[in-house]
């Protein structure tokens, strides 16, 4: 009934390596890599972005910055404070210059004012008094709106 420490143990499979020198070769290489992939993927976004040529969920960077900088603003923006935020950004001429940003690419003045003030509802939750919000978050310029809108911009191009 005595049996030795040979029988005792299971034979391992065929096959079985417990280690292997080359199986951890190639891990530094696919970490470097991917390393190297994700830096330069980072590093080329924000030579655009700092470029001016892409934006921060519509917001060109320029502006991003000049809002970074005002305290008021910032506070105003983590208090989810949307009235005096949507008072200060209009201070600072924020949304002017975001609608200068998007002019060439929008010429209608109401279609660049809507588009403008999507961007802002989206990411400070402000609705202008021209515009009503959907239940999906979507501006929806009002009749009254419009023509307020319209008077606005006479007022702003003399002819």
């Given at each position: 009934m005595n049996r030795s420490k040979s029988q005792r143990l299971k034979p391992r499979s065929a096959g079985y390596i417990p280690y292997s020198r080359t199986s951890n070769k190639s891990l530094p290489i696919v970490g470097v890599s991917?390393?190297?992939?994700?830096?330069s993927l980072a590093l080329g976004w924000g030579i655009l972005f700092l470029g001016g040529v892409v934006t921060l969920g519509?917001?060109?960077?320029?502006?991003?910055?000049?809002?970074?900088?005002?305290?008021?603003?910032?506070?105003?923006?983590?208090?989810?404070d949307r009235v005096k935020l949507h008072q200060r950004l209009q201070e600072m001429g924020i949304e002017e210059e975001i609608k200068a940003y998007y002019r060439?690419?929008?010429?209608?003045?109401?279609?660049?004012?809507?588009?403008?003030?999507q961007i802002l509802y989206d990411r400070t939750g402000y609705v202008g008094n021209n515009y009503l919000a959907t239940p999906r978050g979507n501006l929806v310029l009002k009749s009254s709106g419009e023509r307020r809108l319209r008077h606005e911009l006479q007022e702003k191009t003399p002819f």
């Open positions: 991917l390393a190297l992939l994700l830096g519509g917001v060109p960077p320029s502006i991003v910055g000049k809002f970074l900088q005002d305290p008021a603003s910032v506070v105003a923006f983590f208090m989810g060439p690419q929008i010429p209608d003045e109401v279609q660049l004012d809507q588009y403008i003030h």
